[in-house]
């Protein structure tokens, strides 16, 4: 039975915009489709970044998001797990501008922060430790509330969904049965796997929000359960939700679900990641557009672009420098400094890089320009 949850909050409308890429009527994907050959070569392109943010190795740093401030100034904002705190860069240069909030329970306190989105002016943080969601309001980071500390176990990602009557969020609940003598997190058995993302559905009404726990979802089959989850999104357009498994012992590829938690029987990528699947985004054109997914490469990370509908790899490319991505963020406003908008990627734990997607699109043979 779902349970209520009030929470204050204002909210200010301010969309992404979408980006590029014209092309063909969306397909149904399936595993064989969207998975090439084991033995296909593959190439991958190398770009520069186009800034680094200063290297902090003390804070952990786990996930970016971006905001457009009331200035016009882009804020890169990113979660420190090691040091409970939230730090602020300028989106166009990698500057440090802030760091937000300290260790505790309170509002405006963290516990181990982790995935992090940006929606109107809403930002919203998974709390590993505290296992629940936090919101705060832009660009004054004003603690709103709190969500979901009765049902999360073990917390790590979420995907925010802007609808019509509200917010509809999803967070994955990565929680194991300890460790092993060898130190290896014990996953629990496959009929336990039914609750590995939570989806609530948020609300407002003046100056209250309400958060319901709307569907626990997981499927328990072989193929389609969620062993080890912590990155996710959505396409809302043809009703995917995108989910990392990074049990590497099992598979590394990503995993198709409805929004309303089906697993469709599809899965891609098991083939083309040679490390851990780690961060995904999703960079719309038109109707059309890409997957950006990760591969966490301890010395070099990798990111592979799918097609958007058949879930087939269009092209793949690395940095000179970044390496050890967790979370990344698809930036799709247009900027000063990126006009066409810019991909930013964790750094091995201590920092951000960005790349300019024009400079992407021009190495993988993309479009710029996109139909309606």
Known sequence: ??????????????????????????????????????????????????????????????????????????????TAKATDKLVVYDGSSGKHLRDVGSSGTALGQFDRPNGISVTDDLLWIVERDNHRVQVLSLPDFTPLAVFGAQDLRKPYGLWVDKRADGYSVYVTDSWDNGEDAAGKDILPPLPELDKRVRQYRVTRDGAKLEATLAASIGDTSEAGALRVVESIWGDPANDRLLIAEEDESYASEFKVYTLAGRFTGTTFGRDVFKAQAEGVMLRTCGKDGWWITTEQGKQRSVFHLFDRHTLKPVGAFQGNTVANTDGIWMMQQPTPRFPHGALYAVHDDQGVVAFDWQAIAKQLSLPLECGA
């Open 1 to 78: 039975m779902a349970r209520r949850i009030n929470l204050l909050a204002a909210a200010l409308v301010a969309a992404l915009a979408v980006g590029c890429t014209p092309t063909g009527a969306p397909a149904e994907a399936d595993s064989a489709a969207a998975t090439p050959a084991a033995d296909t070569p593959r190439a991958v392109a190398t770009l520069a970044e186009a800034f680094l943010t200063p290297m902090t190795p003390a804070d952990n740093i786990d996930s970016p998001a971006s905001w457009q401030a009331p200035d016009g100034a882009t804020w890169l904002i990113a």
